[in-house]
């Protein structure tokens, strides 16, 4: 009878909407979706999760009434946090009205807008003045189309509740001239190629297929040609606004021109978190009403790719590479990856590896896409995520630079040889970071911000962003003479990509080397980076050569940003007991140099300690080589910037190699306070050549074995074949590396 019962109600669920005539919803969630949802509630945990979670915070939102402030703050702040937390709970409510047909949530829904229909007409530019594009509700327009894209999805769940003379109201009201505001009134934001844009086109765009609205639904595809009267060329981050050398603005110039075919979004993983949301609900939305458009299909599928291109951007706590004007600590857990990995999955071949991630993530969004992925999980169908070391082209063609990636054994190596990033861009080009499978080893600063913390700034961009942050000698790369990349000009690094130059990926070597020859004039460098699995090692070591074609006299300065606390080094370090900035500007004006070296020796050891493991980095020396020991903090008297400690390594020379070996080991145990495999196992390096064609190197082990390891920096032909003379006699290989061992020392 029970069963019956339920037939029953599912067809008529299904045959109402044709007798009413309803054509709403029809953007994320569609009228056979919701029937599916209400079906199969109570049936499959993880949706159900979701669903009372949602519904539990919808609830709270309504007992604790309507707010609609006059808007005065900024990020952080009481009035922008309080629209924020409207337009999160407007869409959520819609959704949880459509699955329970409970009207508590549809009167929600329209009573809040149209508080905000009678506050809009009277609202000028927002008070703040910080944005080169200012809000109405919020202090910039990006928070505006957010609140627009949020809103849009509510009142689409509720469309054919309304009756006609509210929704009327409501469209001439309050949504056709935001919509008119965010683009219109504002073009140096809504026409231009960034992740500020995106959301704009989204909003327009999803606000104008609620209200069948033909013309706002164009704007946001295609965007449109007006004059901007403000005539602004760069936003508050540097970042160009307007369009020249690209024939269209709006939503489809987007995905034509800030993915590269592998789905990588150059203003790097945490910007692509950030967009992936506008340009996968909007898609979503015009694969419902627009399907003609195939949007989902368009550029070979690669929004779909750009998901899997984000989750491969993350350690193995799921967090992203702080590649640019990153905030750490943001993973694969925040709710635009929440909604993106379903996507993924619903729309993208049901990929089992993605339900481990969806598990991981402990929701899913209340749509289609998550309806299926919660389903398939309760259905034993997941897979664990298998992540490769690969290597993800930057540029719409795939041809404007790359960020390499190497997996070994928990170790994480990442290299940028991309394109600058426009306004959320660092000068880094040939930097590294490293992990472990607890964390950060070799760091990546991220930004210098605190994203919704009043506090600082109001949560937004600190100045020291700028001033440190941004600068060369905040990363793990080489600086010559103090002087940041392409003088720190967002312009001229836009203007190049640094240049691959082979990715190699394997079991026993893994190597990434790439070019930069346009940071610095008549200078030229190339990294490369080698991961190597050997016998006598408990975990793999890698090489990092940096090679350098520059005059003579050239000043070199390579830091790198360890993490962790030091525990020997085999040089003498005089200590500063006064301590004074490293410089005025580029960056050195934050570093205190609390120690220096002239080092002695061949080699440079300097063991640290984080995460239970030993780390060491042994690198060669040459005649009047220095180590400085540094430590953020120097001019900055808000104590905005982590006080994180460094070292760099300072040379005078012309053309030259800096060699390194990274090498993870031992551990130590707190409850048993014993030490296993302290020290490093390599007890030499030795470059055995350098030239603009050709570098080798020579290390040894404690065990006796030694390695050479030589590579070709110009011909990468697999059969090409290659003679190096080196202080050990001449070597010999064919193809583009060659990686030798002996068992004892000085043997041939």
């Keep these: 009878m029970k069963s019956n019962l339920s037939i029953l109600i599912y067809i008529l669920l299904l045959i109402l909407p044709d ?83 409970e009207e508590k949530y549809a009167i929600y829904i329209r009573d809040m807008l149209l508080e905000y229909a009678g506050m809009f007409p009277k609202l000028g530019k ?38 006609e003379e509210t929704k009327t109201r409501l469209n001439t009201e309050l949504f056709r001239p935001y919509a008119d505001y965010i683009s219109l009134e504002n073009p140096r934001f809504f026409n231009r190629l960034h992740n500020h844009s995106t959301w704009g086109n989204a909003a327009v765009g999803m606000i104008g297929l609620v209200m069948d609205d033909e013309e706002l639904i164009d704007r946001a595809l295609y965007a449109f040609d007006i004059e901007d009267s403000v005539k602004l060329k760069s936003d508050n981050d540097g970042g160009t606004i307007d369009l020249q050398g690209y024939k269209a603005g709006g939503f489809l110039a987007q995905i034509d021109h800030s993915f590269s075919p592998d789905g990588y979004y150059t203003e790097g993983p945490y910007y692509q978190r950030y967009a992936i949301y506008p340009f996968l609900v909007f898609a979503q939305a015009l694969a419902n009403k627009k399907p003609e458009l195939e949007i989902l299909n368009y550029r070979d599928r690669l929004l779909l790719k750009a998901i899997y291109a984000l989750i491969n951007q993350t350690n193995a706590q799921g967090e992203f590479f702080p590649i640019n004007d990153a905030q750490k600590g943001m993973s694969l857990a925040s709710r635009e990856l929440a909604f993106a990995v379903t996507m993924a999955y619903h729309y ?194 890698i090489i990092d050569l940096f090679s350098v074609q520059a005059p003579e006299g050239t000043r070199y300065d390579l830091p790198l940003y360890y993490l962790g ?11 500063n007991n006064n301590l004074m900035p490293m410089g005025t500007n580029d960056g050195y004006q934050h570093l205190w140099q609390e120690g220096q070296a002239a080092l002695e020796g061949n080699v440079l050891r300097f063991t640290w300690f984080n995460h239970g493991k030993f780390f060491t980095m042994n690198a060669d020396i040459r005649e009047g080589d220095e180590l400085l020991l540094t430590r953020i903090g120097a001019n900055d008297p808000n104590f905005n910037l982590r006080r994180d400690p460094g070292l760099i390594r300072r040379r005078t020379e012309g053309n030259t190699t800096f060699a ?29 050549h350098e030239s603009a064609d050709y570098v080798a190197i020579q290390f040894q082990l404690k065990s006796g074995e030694h390695y050479q390891f030589a590579f070709s920096l110009n011909d990468k032909q697999e059969n090409s074949e290659h003679s190096i003379e080196t202080t050990t006699g001449q070597l010999k290989w064919k193809g583009i590396y060659n990686l030798k061992k002996h068992k004892n020392y000085g043997e041939k």
């Design 565 to 575: 606390g030091l525990m020997s080094t085999n040089q003498e370090i005089e200590t």
């Design 126 to 163: 927002h008070p703040a003045t910080r944005s080169y594009a200012r809000g109405k509700l919020f202090w910039q327009c990006l928070n505006d189309a957010n609140w627009l894209v949020y809103t849009s999805q509510g009142y689409d769940c509720i469309y054919d509740w309304l009756d």
């Design 660 to 688: 390194s070996l990274y090498e993870m080991h031992g551990s130590y145990d707190y409850a048993s306070e014993i030490p296993i495999n302290a020290f490093t196992s390599v007890t030499d390096l030795e470059v055995l």
């Design 348 to 541: 993208g071949g049901n990929d089992p590896q993605l339900l481990s991630i969806i598990k991981d993530q402990a929701r899913v969004p209340l749509n289609d896409s998550g309806l299926a992925a919660a389903k398939a999980i309760a259905e034993g169908k997941t897979k664990p995520y298998q992540y490769k070391s690969l290597e993800l082209t930057d540029g719409a063609r795939g041809d404007e630079g790359a960020i390499g990636i190497i997996r070994a054994d928990g170790l994480t190596l990442v290299m940028k040889y991309a394109k600058h990033g426009m306004g959320h861009g660092h000068f880094d080009r040939l930097g590294f970071l490293l992990y472990d499978e607890l964390g950060e080893v070799i760091q990546d600063y991220g930004s210098a911000r605190w994203v919704n913390i009043e506090h600082k700034d109001g949560g937004g961009y600190l100045k020291e962003n700028h001033s440190w942050a941004k600068e060369t000698v905040a990363h793990n790369t080489l600086v010559i003479n103090k002087d940041s990349h392409f003088d720190h000009n967002v312009k001229a690094a836009d203007k190049s990509a640094g240049t691959p130059y082979c990715f190699l990926p394997g079991d026993t070597v893994q190597i990434m080397s790439a070019k930069e020859l346009n940071a610095y004039e008549d200078i030229e460098m190339q990294r490369t980076m080698a991961v190597l699995n050997i016998e006598e090692l408990e975990n793999p070591i």
């Design 19 to 101: 007798v009413y005539g309803q054509e709403h919803p029809n953007l994320i969630l569609t009228e056979e979706g919701v029937i599916n949802m209400r079906a199969n509630l109570g049936k499959i945990p993880l949706f159900d999760q979701s669903f009372e979670t949602v519904r539990q915070q919808v609830d709270a939102e309504i007992e604790a009434g309507i707010a609609v402030p006059i808007p005065k703050d900024l990020a952080g702040g009481y009035t922008h946090e309080k629209h924020k937390a409207n337009f999160f709970t407007i869409q959520k409510a819609g959704v949880i009205f459509q699955i329970t047909g």
